[in-house]
């Protein structure tokens, strides 16, 4: 393989390349891993992001990974659209347990034209908290995606799941192409993307190398990229698949760290399953971002007092951004409460 500068990103990695790097001895590949991380990255430091289900269930899509699919019976609650306020209240109180991002979800195939004001609504209220601000609300077309941007988003999160070829095996509503055509979409809007994959869904290690080379043939990467762990949930067709090892699923955030250098690497679902040292070994193959809170989306996920216990431990700090007073906050909040009722942004929204 020949030598690279670990400070200057790549978008020419071929599968033979990435998939050099999975068949490296573990400590070796860790071990460049980190030394990446630490030529573009302050050590020691995890951005935190805290992950809120503004309209949960009865999705249209199939994903048989995803409790929220309306083809499947998990038991889950359905919830209409939130209301803009209790997002900023959710919003004020994730900043205050340490996030420093806060992400929206809806269970939506694409946001529908009466819904999305209330969102673009919610998304300036979170800027006005002093957080970044990310969506995840399926496909979008080119007038959504520049009236996100337009609000100020600052990331749009879109996951490819996993490679082109074992895609069509998770998921059948939406193409890959589709997937790649709101990334475009985002990416020409100028948000930042937020892009990634879940691990252990019965793909095999060529499908982690395909997921991670189509990452990274993206120009610019992705400036955070999501690695999750699959969470079995009951009802869903994969909750029986078999277990990724741990390992396995270690080498992917190493590779991920070393082919997007620059990119946050996020360890994302299936923390809660994990053991303190298997997620301390996440953040020394380069994960630098996490989820803070008791939920994602509607999965169990470590609670934030836990995760401040274990970057004690760990000598970690939550990477910070600006802040802003409490008495800015609570303004924040009033002045989008005033606005939302001025034009009646209260309503009941249909699921």
């Not at 860790?30 to 809120?52: G, I, K, M």
């Not at 809660?272 to 994602?296: D, H, R, V």
């Amino acid at each position: 393989m020949s030598a690279t500068n670990n400070n200057e990103p790549r978008f020419d990695w071929t599968h033979a390349e990435i998939q050099a790097l999975f068949d490296m001895p573990f400590m070796d590949l860790v071990f460049r891993a980190q030394t990446v991380h630490r030529e573009n990255f302050t050590p020691n430091e995890v951005q935190v992001s805290t992950l809120l289900s503004i309209k949960t269930g009865a999705c249209p899509e199939d994903c048989k990974y995803c409790p929220q699919s309306g083809h499947y019976n998990t038991e889950l609650e359905k919830e209409k659209l939130m209301e803009v306020q209790k997002v900023l209240e959710e919003a004020a109180l994730a900043k205050e347990q340490g996030a420093s991002r806060f992400c929206m979800g809806a269970a939506w195939k694409h946001p529908s034209e009466k819904d999305f004001p209330y969102v673009l609504e919610m998304i300036k209220g979170v800027k006005s908290l002093g957080l970044e601000s990310c969506v995840t609300l399926g496909t979008l077309n080119d007038e959504q995606a520049k009236r996100l941007s337009d609000a100020g988003l600052d990331y749009y999160n879109h996951n490819l799941d996993t490679s082109a070829e074992f895609y069509d095996s998770i998921i059948t509503t939406r193409t890959y192409q589709d997937r790649l055509d709101t990334l475009s979409r985002v990416r020409n809007s100028g948000i930042k993307l937020c892009c990634g994959g879940i691990m252990g869904m019965g793909e095999e290690q060529k499908d982690r190398v395909g997921l991670i080379r189509q990452l990274a043939l993206m120009t610019p990467h992705p400036e955070s990229v999501p690695i999750n762990m699959l969470v079995k949930v009951a009802g869903t067709p994969l909750e029986n698949v078999d277990d990724l090892d741990e390992f396995d699923f270690i080498r992917t955030i190493a590779v991920a760290r070393i082919v997007m250098p620059k990119s946050h690497v996020r360890l994302s679902a299936g923390r809660q399953g994990m053991s303190e040292q298997t997620q301390a070994l996440c953040f020394l193959a380069g994960a630098n971002s996490i989820f803070y809170g008791e939920k994602l989306l509607t999965t169990g996920n470590p609670e934030a007092d836990k995760d401040r216990m274990l970057f004690a431990k760990l000598g970690i700090n939550p990477e910070q951004r600006e802040e802003h007073s409490d008495a800015a906050v609570a303004e924040a909040i009033a002045a989008q409460v005033v606005q939302q009722e001025e034009s009646k942004l209260f309503y009941e929204a249909n699921a």
